[in-house]
């Protein structure tokens, strides 16, 4: 892939996410797409990255994305955002508190052929559910 082609990638997964339009990751995703960095029984290949998706927006129907660096080459897309949202569905076993959250996270995901086949990822989930109420951590 050259670097225009996963510059064009990154911005049509941008353009789903923000319409909630899940079913549609298989344009960025290639269907047996390896996720290296799983949620917690995260289902694998594609399927499980759609289904993570649909509830993470149950939990967190106004969530967002800002987009703070991305690199791009003929290889990899690579993104650091903060994310955030309201806790209004369950979410990790735990119902809505209607706590606000912003963290900060890092993908990364290798492309072949116009879809990405690999991912990597890393969330500051304990700061998540620190925000949300959810830990006693502090």
């Given at each position: ?80 955002f903060r994310g955030s949202g309201t806790h209004q569905g369950e ?10 959250f912003e963290v900060r996270s890092m993908q990364v995901s290798r ?28």
């Open positions: 892939m050259s670097k225009d082609q996963n510059v064009g990638a990154l911005g049509r997964a941008a353009e789903i996410m923000a319409a909630r339009e899940f079913e549609r990751l298989g344009e960025f995703f290639a269907q047996n797409v390896v996720d290296h960095d799983p949620a917690d029984g995260q289902a694998p290949g594609l399927d499980g990255i759609i289904r993570y998706w649909r509830d993470f927006a149950e939990a967190f129907p106004d969530f967002e994305f800002v987009p703070e660096v991305i690199v791009v080459d003929d290889d990899y897309v690579t993104l650091v979410f990790m076993g735990h119902p809505a508190t209607g706590k606000r492309a072949e052929n116009g879809l990405s086949v690999e991912r990597w990822g890393c969330t500051d989930v304990q700061g998540m559910l620190r925000q949300l109420g959810l830990t006693s951590d502090s």
